[in-house]
């Protein structure tokens, strides 16, 4: 059997990700395909870090993590053994895949044989190692696009919830005579909120502001007096 160091990092310009691989199942494989994950997870620009965790790989992209068991030795592993494992890593990732090498349509046979009889998390069967692990990337990959391209949408769409509540809070105080774009401005970044503007005296919107005596008297009255507050309109 083949290895690869506990502290493998690949040297790469543009990191995507980070690749964490089973120590255990790094042992149990062949230095040659060791080498070919190497190559490609630096080619597809994943540092590589080797540990003894429960599941084979985890990668970590784009805001998300995802598991993956990787059976690469079907026909002489304990069946039994990988849907149990897989139903128990299953508890601890929300994402999680099983790949799993089947070559010949013997095994593959005895693989359907074996998921109707266990079920388990998504399987997804591949023919040979290089085709599995390819397959681990990108599903990988593309989880991590999609997690990536969520969370930019959230931010946009707060953006625009957030210019949206600044138009209205500047049609609310530029209603207020007297008062400006310029002096909603300041009183947005020295008082704050609507309501804590209502509940400030004149005295204190002079302490904090730039504001003129007059202009803070009308925005105390504004709000404390009637004839202000149901005068002015909002357009």
Known sequence: MGSLSNTTSLSTSCCNGVCVMSSTWRDAQNLSFLNFISRFLNESSFRLNILPIAPDFIFIFGGLSVAFMFVTNWDVID?????????????????????????????????????????????????????????????????????????LAKLKAE???????????????TSIPGVDSHDANVLYQTIGSIEAIAKSSKEYILETTDLSPTTAETI?????????YLGPKIG
């Open 79 to 151: 069946k039994e053994s990988v849907f149990k494992k897989a139903e128990k890593v299953k508890e601890q990732f929300a994402s999680f895949y099983v790949v799993i090498t089947l070559p010949s349509k013997e095994q593959n046979d005895s693989f359907i044989r074996f998921y109707f009889k266990y079920g388990g998390p998504t399987f997804v069967p591949v023919r040979d190692f290089e085709m599995g692990f390819e397959k681990i990337v990108k599903i990988a990959h593309s989880r991590g696009v999609c997690k990536r391209q969520d969370v």
């Open 220 to 228: 105390t009255r504004f709000f404390r007096d009637p004839k202000f």
């Open 159 to 173: 953006k625009e919830k957030s210019v949206q509540a600044m138009e209205i809070y500047q049609q609310v105080v």
